[in-house]
């Protein structure tokens, strides 16, 4: 592997374009397990805050994915893209899987403003406006904005007071993040997004199930001509 010691101020940068080069070169595969970060601390003779923020880079790029307990691995997308652009990260979600989980919100959380513009309590939008505050404060954040963010429409789900609703979405809680933080990541959290929650929020608080749906479907039409350009370019 060509890696190289570093004595440079923007280390960082360096690392990462090391490591960059090394998988776009193929030195590291799709699907293989990249050193430890002892291992890259060591090699680069620099910090494992160095290190570790490289990796990030990395990461948020798509290109490379951490698994628990197990390491960081190149992402087999890569192989679709060969040479990857930094200004574009690589989406980890299929067309299916997208387009399934455009149908099922549609399809529930559509029903649920309507039921909760019936149903909510003063304390349903409590909570519904304390997780909108912490999307507030996570915005450069993508991991904490979209766990907010699930939080935001999981309390919606909930101010129906429809106890199969609330369980299928509690269900899916895993695959929820998932396809909210890779839209997240890969379109930025954008005005337009953080706008278009206040506004779904001030729907429902006055009670305009229109409104609030009007606005989820409009960003939710946004999102499908966004993810359509990162698909083509």
């Known amino acids: ?12 940068d360096v690392i990462y374009e090391q490591m960059k080069q090394n998988i776009q070169d193929g030195l590291w595969e799709p699907g293989c397990k990249l050193p430890s970060e002892a291992e890259l601390t060591a090699t680069f003779q620099v910090s494992r805050v160095s290190v570790r923020s490289a990796v990030q880079k990395l ?14 691995y190149v992402t087999r997308e890569v192989a679709r893209y060969g040479s990857f652009s930094d200004n574009q990260p690589i989406l980890h979600l299929s067309q299916e899987e997208f387009d399934d989980m455009r149908v099922f919100r549609q399809t529930v959380e559509f029903k649920c ?40 429409h999981l309390a919606i789900v909930k101010a129906s007071h429809n106890k199969v609703f609330i ?3 509690e269900s899916l809680k895993g695959i929820y993040v998932h396809y909210l933080e890779e839209l997240n990541r890969v379109l930025g959290i954008t005005l337009e997004s953080v706008e278009a929650h206040i506004k ?5 608080k006055n009670r305009d199930a229109s409104l609030a749906a009007e606005t989820l479907n409009s960003a939710m039409t946004h999102n499908v001509h966004a993810i359509e350009d990162v698909r083509h370019n």
């Open 1 to 12: 592997m060509a890696l190289e010691s570093i004595q440079k101020h923007n280390v960082v």
């Open 59 to 72: 990461r948020d790029l798509g290109v490379v994915v951490t698994h628990q307990g197990k390491g960081t």
């Open 113 to 152: 403003m309507e039921l909760a513009v019936q149903n909510a309590t003063d304390e349903d939008v409590k909570v519904l406006e304390s997780a909108l505050n912490r999307m507030l404060v996570s915005k450069d954040d993508y991991k904490k904005y979209s766990l907010a963010d699930y939080d935001f």
């Open 167 to 169: 369980h299928v979405m």
């Open 200 to 204: 779904v929020f001030m729907a429902l």
